[in-house]
């Protein structure tokens, strides 16, 4: 098993900045990515950016140039910096973890942490 717990999310005033950061315990040798996925109210969850064992990262397009994933070390705690915060940025977000086995991936999530930008 894979515990994820997420901190940082809060009320920002539109263009202003946060940072989310994500924690893992257990079972975490075999997870080779993580991320944050985000939902709002009335739609779907979406991814938001993802960052590999190896470095590598991606993101929605709805936030690039404006967020960045990033890790102190291997693989935890893992990052999610956002500037330039924007209404449509609203949403709970959740921190994700991928890990491999013998069998299909799995999947892990945090309990999610509350992002809202308003004036």
């Known amino acids: 098993q894979v515990h994820l717990v997420e901190s940082g999310g809060g009320l920002v005033q539109p263009g202003g900045s946060l940072r989310l950061s994500c924690a893992a315990s257990?079972?975490?040798?075999?997870?080779?990515?993580m991320g944050w996925y985000r939902q709002a109210p009335g739609k779907q969850r979406e991814l938001v950016a993802r960052?590999?064992?190896?470095?590598?990262?991606n993101y929605a397009d709805s936030v690039k140039g404006r967020f960045t994933i990033s890790r102190d070390n291997a693989k935890n705690p893992v990052y999610l910096q956002m500037n330039s915060l924007k209404p449509e940025d609203t949403a709970v977000y959740y921190c994700n973890a991928v890990r491999s086995g013998p069998g299909p991936d799995v999947n892990y999530w945090g309990q999610g942490t509350q992002v809202t930008v308003s004036s």
């Open positions: 960052i590999t064992s190896s470095g590598s990262t």
């Open positions: 257990g079972s975490i040798f075999n997870i080779y990515a």
